[in-house]
């Protein structure tokens, strides 16, 4: 069975479900099982771009994505805002007047850096159970806590008032819908999203994209291996005999000179391999003058070939 990660260039409209359910049918076998899919970051319906969708063994590693820095690119319009905070949602308030470019310039310098930002009503967070857009359309008050978010840069693309265009590098949990409205609220405008495209997730550049099209005409070559969308993590290489230990959940000792990275004080987390298969992962800690490999997640694939 398949596993590895593919980096979907969402379509307008789809919901981030909705594009796993289509790699789940492109990517199950006939007669085979149901492939296991998800994605490492939610996109709304309204946007498009870079949609990891992990299968198989993959799926284990979805929090490489969830944590990983993001890029975008987004157009809003000061002259309005909506209650969903892009132009799918209903008007809720006007602006007159206008600003001008410079003025938007100097707005952005106070939105990076740690910031404060209050995410979207109508967004996925659970409020005692309850999803806020659930609360939102049946009319009940939602209320979100701020919360912190990074942006380490933002890029002013294009300016033709009311339209602004942005690029955005920035942490995750942050919502790119709650940025465009608290600049628009700084200029004393609205800020209302009407594009939106993620560029990148955790430093995988916007050519790694594949549209349903590609995918559709050759979905094996699509695939980047787990072991690479590990890539952050250094590698550990063991022998026969370690590795059949290492699937059966055993601590290995290794040896000054065996080639394993230095933990130094603490730990380090590592791709673990017999040779050319992924093993899985560890975590290398040291102490007492000797590097210990704790095992953290054991492939079915490892543990189908040594045990």
Same mark, same amino acid.
């Given at each position: 069975?398949?596993?590895? +990660?593919?980096?979907?260039?969402?379509?307008?409209?789809?919901?981030?479900?909705?594009?796993? *359910?289509?790699?789940?049918?492109?990517?199950?076998?006939?007669?085979?099982?149901?492939?296991? %899919?998800?994605?490492?970051?939610?996109? #709304?319906?309204?946007?498009?771009?870079?949609?990891?969708?992990?299968?198989?063994?993959?799926?284990?590693?979805?929090?490489?994505?969830?944590? %990983?820095?993001?890029?975008?690119?987004?157009?809003?319009?000061?002259?309005?805002?909506? &209650?969903?905070? &892009? =132009?799918?949602?209903?008007?809720?308030?006007?602006? #007159?007047?206008?600003? *001008?470019?410079?003025? /938007?310039?100097?707005?952005? %310098?106070?939105? @990076?850096?740690?910031?404060?930002?209050?995410?979207?009503?109508?967004?996925?967070?659970?409020? #005692?159970? $309850?999803?806020?857009?659930?609360?939102?359309?049946?009319?009940?008050? !939602?209320?979100?806590?701020?919360?912190?978010?990074?942006?380490?840069?933002? @890029?002013?693309? %294009?300016?033709?008032?009311?339209?602004?265009?942005?690029? !955005?590098? =920035?942490? $995750?949990?942050?919502?790119?819908?709650?940025?465009?409205? #608290?600049?628009?609220?700084?200029?004393?405008?609205?800020? =209302?999203?009407?594009?939106?495209?993620?560029?990148?997730?955790?430093?995988?550049?916007?050519?790694?994209? +594949?549209?349903?099209?590609?995918?559709?005409?050759?979905?094996?070559? =699509? /695939?980047?291996?787990?072991?690479?969308?590990?890539?952050?993590?250094?590698? /550990? @290489?063991?022998?026969?005999?370690?590795?059949?230990?290492?699937?059966?959940?055993?601590?290995?000792?290794?040896?000054?000179?065996?080639?394993?990275?230095?933990?130094?004080?603490?730990?380090?987390?590592?791709?673990?391999?017999?040779?050319?298969?992924?093993?899985?992962?560890?975590?290398?800690?040291?102490?007492?003058?000797? @590097? /210990?490999?704790?095992?953290?997640?054991?492939?079915?694939?490892?543990?189908?070939?040594?045990?």
């Amino acid at each position: 069975m398949i596993s590895g +990660v593919v980096f979907l260039d969402k379509p307008y409209g789809w919901t981030s479900r909705q594009a796993v *359910n289509a790699m789940i049918r492109l990517y199950t076998q006939p007669g085979e099982k149901r492939i296991k %899919a998800g994605h490492a970051g939610t996109l #709304d319906p309204l946007a498009t771009g870079m949609l990891p969708i992990l299968l198989g063994e993959a799926t284990r590693y979805a929090e490489m994505g969830l944590s %990983a820095d993001k890029s975008y690119r987004v157009s809003f319009d000061l002259s309005y805002q909506t &209650d969903t905070l &892009d =132009c799918e949602g209903e008007v809720v308030a006007r602006f #007159d007047g206008a600003v *001008n470019q410079a003025a /938007v310039q100097t707005a952005l %310098a106070a939105f @990076t850096g740690l910031i404060e930002q209050v995410p979207p009503a109508y967004s996925a967070i659970r409020i #005692d159970g $309850k999803r806020a857009h659930a609360m939102a359309r049946k009319g009940e008050a !939602v209320h979100i806590p701020a919360r912190p978010v990074t942006v380490h840069a933002i @890029t002013l693309v %294009a300016f033709e008032f009311p339209l602004v265009t942005l690029q !955005v590098d =920035c942490s $995750k949990g942050t919502y790119i819908r709650s940025l465009a409205r #608290d600049i628009g609220a700084a200029l004393g405008m609205g800020g =209302c999203v009407t594009a939106l495209r993620r560029l990148s997730t955790g430093g995988w550049p916007e050519a790694m994209m +594949v549209t349903l099209e590609q995918l559709q005409a050759q979905p094996d070559s =699509c /695939v980047l291996p787990l072991a690479q969308w590990l890539r952050e993590m250094p590698g /550990v @290489t063991l022998e026969q005999d370690m590795a059949s230990r290492f699937v059966q959940g055993q601590r290995i000792q290794l040896q000054a000179a065996s080639g394993a990275p230095d933990p130094g004080d603490g730990q380090l987390p590592v791709r673990v391999f017999a040779g050319e298969l992924l093993l899985g992962t560890g975590m290398l800690k040291s102490g007492h003058h000797r @590097t /210990v490999l704790h095992p953290s997640r054991i492939l079915p694939t490892a543990q189908q070939r040594y045990i």
